[in-house]
């Protein structure tokens, strides 16, 4: 098993475009979730989604789209880029929800000029 | 908002010391899980603690769970130069997890 992969590993975006990061996992879990990571603030929930066809807004969410057409799949997409995106996303899965463990990937570290 | 908050911020050992890192958190919580982080890469589960529990071992580490006081504690024990990473607890709701700021734990050797 890959267990979680995201794709693109670094990424540079000039205010304003658009992205789309992905996250897919092999393991079929029913429960994927995306993190961003900014220095000093620990992990904060961007959107979550508890199986294909579900999601929901996590604490921040503004400024990113997420859709789960597939149990595999979960991609963020950040619709305007701004400055402020600037930071390290991680994506996440489990079996079935929050109170297991969880999988992380490797992240995706962004910059947005 | 940061549920969980570890405490201290950042830790120096020598190897072979013993390394405890703190989590308070504020409200009544189904589990708490301890999480490491090596610098770059992702996040890694160490030990999940149910409510009912008051205390879990997974080699040379230990963690306890006083509800009544809202905390956890993570004990690792002889620690090595590979345990050099931050370490995260997070708090389970019965909603998506909700991780504190983390603890930089640096083992000089």
């Known amino acids: 098993n890959a267990g979680v992969t995201q794709t693109p590993k670094f990424q540079v975006l000039k205010t304003g475009q658009s992205m789309t990061l992905q996250c897919a996992q092999d393991?079929?879990?029913?429960?994927m979730s995306w993190y961003r990571q900014d220095p000093g603030m620990g992990l904060r929930l961007i959107h979550y989604?508890?199986?294909?066809?579900?999601?929901d807004q996590g604490e921040v969410p503004n400024g990113y789209n997420v859709s789960r057409s597939t149990t595999e799949d979960f991609p963020l997409r950040l619709l305007s880029a701004a400055p402020s995106q600037t930071s390290v996303y991680f994506c996440a899965s489990s079996y079935s929800g929050s109170q297991e463990t969880q999988y992380f990937g490797p992240g995706t570290r962004l910059l947005v000029l | 908002s940061q549920q969980g908050e570890e405490d201290p911020q950042a830790l120096s050992i020598q190897e072979g010391e013993n390394a405890t890192m703190n989590c308070s958190y504020k409200?009544?919580?189904?589990?708490l899980q301890w999480y490491r982080q090596n610098s770059g890469r992702g996040l890694v589960h160490l030990i999940l603690?149910?409510?009912?529990?008051r205390e879990k071992h997974s080699g040379r580490l230990r963690v306890t769970l006083d509800t009544s006081k809202k905390s956890s504690s993570l004990l690792i024990t002889a620690s090595r130069a590979a345990d050099t990473a931050s370490y995260f607890c997070?708090?389970?709701?019965?909603?998506?997890?909700?991780f504190g700021k983390g603890t930089r734990l640096s083992v000089i050797a």
């Open positions: 989604s508890v199986g294909a066809g579900i999601t």
């Open positions: 409200t009544s919580i189904n589990n």
């Open positions: 603690i149910r409510s009912n529990e």
């Open positions: 997070a708090t389970d709701l019965g909603t998506p997890l909700v």
């Open positions: 393991m079929n879990h029913e429960y």
